[in-house]
């Protein structure tokens, strides 16, 4: 498990600056909640994270070390909003898996005996088969292209895509924004259940407090480019310090009490 460090994060788009000086820490093995309106800048900070997003300063730290001197994959990956747009439409599902698992996946013989094309191929098979059925997708389907799936599904193959490259972080970018109501509950419910059983920490981009307090064990909240409140996801939403955050929630929409749904005036 690792933690995700964001040490005075600073996105300039020419004179415009989109984040200034955020800093943030998300422990190994949690999931935090990053909120704000339209514009705020959570889902630019996302990206800066991944490199997607001009860093005019700042540093990001995965386990301690500087992410971006990493050789290699990068130890963060990020599930975009919209799963018709993050796979390639050319591509079937499965070699979209296949391409984000790692070279060495599976290999155990040393660096003088490399592994026959065939065995290799049956290994990483054999992983995207894994990481299709971890996400709920029958391995049978792998030669499908996108637009034989739902939406929900492209969702959860996006999703298995990530998980391939066994990152340390996930950063998940509105990923339920896109979905009818009827599917966004059982794509939360298998990225709770799956970051808990691989235990990676989670950056959880949302502009839906219900869902960012049911997957989250901190909320961070930002207005205007920066970093305004952060803490235990109870505590923030239940007694918010900013005037940001105490916004966020009253805009929140509220039932009627059965009482007042039976009146006539209601």
């Known amino acids: 498990m690792s933690s995700l460090e964001l040490r005075g994060i600073t996105v300039r788009y020419g004179r415009f600056t989109a984040v200034e000086n955020v800093d943030l820490l998300v422990p190994e093995g949690t999931v935090t909640g990053l909120i704000g309106g339209s514009g ?5 900070l996302g990206k800066a994270v991944v490199g997607l997003a ?7 730290l995965v386990a301690g070390s500087d992410a971006g001197r990493r050789r290699g994959r990068s130890p963060v990956q990020l599930v975009f909003q919209n799963p ?37 191929r049956a290994v990483r098979e054999a992983e995207v088969a894994r990481y299709l059925e971890l996400v709920g997708i029958d391995p049978a389907r792998a030669a499908l292209t996108p637009d ?10 996006a999703l298995a895509r990530a998980l391939a490259a066994r990152p340390a972080v996930l950063i998940a970018d509105e990923i339920t924004s896109a979905l009818d109501v009827s599917v966004q509950g059982a794509v939360l419910n298998l990225l709770r259940r799956l970051q808990r059983e691989l235990g990676f920490a989670m950056l959880f981009i949302s502009h839906n407090l219900a869902v960012v ?10 207005d205007g480019g920066h970093l305004v409140e952060c803490g235990p996801t109870d505590r923030v939403l239940e007694h918010s310090e900013h005037p940001t955050t105490r916004n966020l929630i009253s805009c929140l929409p509220t039932l009627p009490s059965p009482e007042e749904a039976s009146c006539p005036d209601h």
């Open 54 to 60: 001009p860093m005019h300063s700042g540093r990001v």
């Open 148 to 157: 034989a799936l739902s939406g929900g599904q492209r969702q959860r193959v």
């Open 213 to 222: 307090r049911y997957v989250s064990d901190q909320v961070a909240v930002m």
């Open 40 to 44: 705020s800048g959570k889902s630019t």
């Open 84 to 120: 018709y747009a993050s796979l390639d439409p050319r591509m079937t599902i499965g070699a979209s898996v296949a391409e984000a698992v790692p070279r060495e996946t599976g290999s155990r013989e040393p660096p003088a005996r490399k592994a026959p094309a065939r065995e290799r």
